[in-house]
């Protein structure tokens, strides 16, 4: 099966070169504008302190010491923190670091 080709019909889609359009003065045609809120500015700015924050947390941060961590694991295997003042302590640490005072 053959398609013909459409042939003999109109330009409809020719546009001459000096169109009115084309004549319109630049002045007139409005341009795009872009107006942002101080609470986007706002935020835009908390997301960059933050960044700038969690680079800094990350780079003073010390690294994980993994014999300490190992250490640490068999001693949790084995019963030895399992005194009561060595889970006294550990809780009141932790509350430290979390923020709670026990």
Same mark, same amino acid.
């Given at each position: 099966?053959?398609? =013909?080709?459409?042939? =003999?019909?109109p330009d409809i889609q020719k546009i001459e070169r000096d169109t009115?359009? +084309? &004549?319109?003065?630049? =002045?007139? #045609?409005? *341009?795009?504008?872009?107006?942002? /809120? /101080?609470?986007? +500015? ?12 969690? *680079? +800094? #947390? !990350? =780079? ?10 190992? &250490?640490?694991?068999? &001693? ?14 550990? !809780? *009141?640490?932790?509350? *430290?670091? #979390?923020?709670?005072?026990?």
């Amino acid at each position: 099966m053959t398609i =013909n080709p459409i042939s =003999n019909t109109p330009d409809i889609q020719k546009i001459e070169r000096d169109t009115p359009l +084309k &004549r319109i003065e630049h =002045n007139a #045609i409005p *341009k795009d504008k872009i107006e942002i /809120s /101080s609470h986007a +500015k706002e935020s835009h700015q908390l997301r960059l302190y933050a960044g700038e924050m969690t *680079k +800094k #947390i !990350a =780079n003073t941060t010390p690294d994980v010491r993994m014999e300490l961590v190992a &250490r640490a694991a068999i &001693r949790l295997k084995t019963g030895v923190y399992n005194q009561p003042n060595v889970t006294e302590e550990i !809780a *009141k640490r932790l509350s *430290k670091i #979390i923020g709670l005072e026990v």
